[in-house]
């Protein structure tokens, strides 16, 4: 896929990021090869592995799900948000 600098300013606006005039070049060349390792992965012959497969003997270790709620890390959170109102982050539409 060949990225150009439309599709990073789409990238820019639904990521509500802004990438620096002198950086944009570099950020297309990564993409484009994040992108291709991804397509290369594609190409992997996986018919027959076993989708569930995991170098951990006796599977993944669980661990007590215990919910705790501490305000300052929403806070510090949505202080490093582009945009947020009422404890939300908020975004672009995406659908027209």
Not at 10 to 29: C, D, N, Q, V
Not at 54 to 68: H, I, V, Y
Request: hydrophobic share 40%.
């Amino acid at each position: 896929m060949k990225f150009d600098d439309a599709m990073l300013q789409r990238l820019e606006k639904l990521s509500m990021l802004k990438i620096e005039e002198e950086k944009r070049e570099e950020m297309i060349a990564e993409l484009e090869k994040i992108v291709g390792f991804v397509e290369v992965l594609g190409e992997l012959d996986t018919e027959g592995l076993d989708p569930s497969f995991s170098t951990l003997s006796g599977g993944t270790p669980m661990r007590e799900d215990m919910p705790t709620e501490d305000p300052s890390i929403r806070e510090t959170i949505l202080q490093h948000a582009p945009k947020a109102q009422d404890d939300y982050f908020v975004v672009p539409n995406i659908i027209e």
